[in-house]
């Protein structure tokens, strides 16, 4: 399968199973989608001389020819035979978010977790519920060494001083059970101070903090209580917060919803404010919501993405690069054929635990019942709903199987499937065509990276 498109001035063909990208000039770009629908050489030449010289277009032909006998033009699907390993391999689990706060100090208008509470009531995880956490997913490791713990809410720092306690017996069980703990902290900043920076920068090898961007687009849709704005209040926070981390190992993560359908300008914003490490996604809600963003903002929203995408090359050329979290691509190496058919593994190699220590596949799916797999005391006891979550892939997903994004994407959100759906089988239909754009603009950036370093090389000359 290839995948064929244009986007700021590059002509880009993707070779889907091998994972080569081409970047031709338009007279391949042709010959290539002529030779896709069906079309032999001599009538691809026949179709084409109007247009271009006949020795030119067998010179093009002649080299797909030869990405084709290399494997990586035209190449076959090679990664289904590749399912029944994946599916029979035992279950391991291998990272938790920790739900260390069900309750928040913001009321944000678009919250999924109902202002933290997750469709029941208030509540802090006791250093109890976290240590048995802890423990399970130690003794549910396997030979897996490296571990990751995420604290969330809510609004983790709330309950502070149990992560503190709970980082503390991590680090005393990773000496003894020859383990590596990789903390994480999301944050939405209000109580972000000295001490608390600190300790992440110590012990945290990520932290998330939640932004939407320009101020009237973040106090609209993420005020205290009250009503007022938490921008001012956070922002100098956050730009202390990332510059004692040297810029690295963090994210201002905001959400766009459809009151600002240019989210570009939201990012750059960010950017400006001096960020580096930029995430700004698109909310996902029912059209009944009136943010939620709909099928016709579509055309708009790819707009924006390219229009991002062709900023951040200009930046990149004269040294004012930053990273968007989704335009990060590995066209080398990416990750092992295990995640790219199944994705992010929640249900199996991924779980949320609640304040009460009670196991769901992950923190979307906390609060309904259907989802409950277990606790901290017994373990998992819904042993089938593990294996429907461990047999949610790419190819169990008829929307996915002709998708040139399956191997990216790995099928999407299970829950946001379910949520529009029922079905953790389904696909959100809007997040997959983002996803799709997405990813042509990160491959886009790719080749222009390319291209930049190749006048690099021939200025130096």
Known sequence: MIHQFKNNGYHIVLDVDSGSVHVVDAMTYEIIGLLDAGYAQDAVIERLSAQYKESEIREALAEIAALEEDGTLFSREEYEAHLADVQTRGVVVKALCLHIAHDCNL????????????NGEKALMPYEVGKAALDFLIASSGNRRNL??????????????????????????????????????????????DEIMEFANREMANVVLSIDGRKDVHDRMRPFPDGSGSYERIVPKFLQFAESRQQKNYYVRGTFTRYNLDFSKDVLHLADLGFRQISVEPVVAQETDAYAIRKEDLPRLFEEYDALAAEMARRGKRGDSFTFFHFMIDLEGGPCVAKRLSGCGSGTEYLAVTPWGDFYPCHQFVGNEKFLMGNVTEGITNTRLQESFKGCNVYAKEACRNCFAKYYCSGGCAANAYNFHGDIRGVYEIGCALQKKRVECAIMLKAAEAFEADERKEEMR
Request: glycine content about 10%; some cysteine.
């Open 148 to 193: 990751e713990v995420d604290f969330f809410g809510g609004e983790p720092t709330l309950n502070f001083q149990v992560v503190k306690d709970l980082v503390a017996y991590g680090r005393e069980r990773e000496k003894v059970c020859d383990k590596k703990f990789r903390f994480t902290l999301t944050t939405n900043g209000v109580f972000l101070n």
């Open 107 to 118: 009321r944000c208008g678009y919250c999924f977790a109902q202002e933290g509470e997750y």
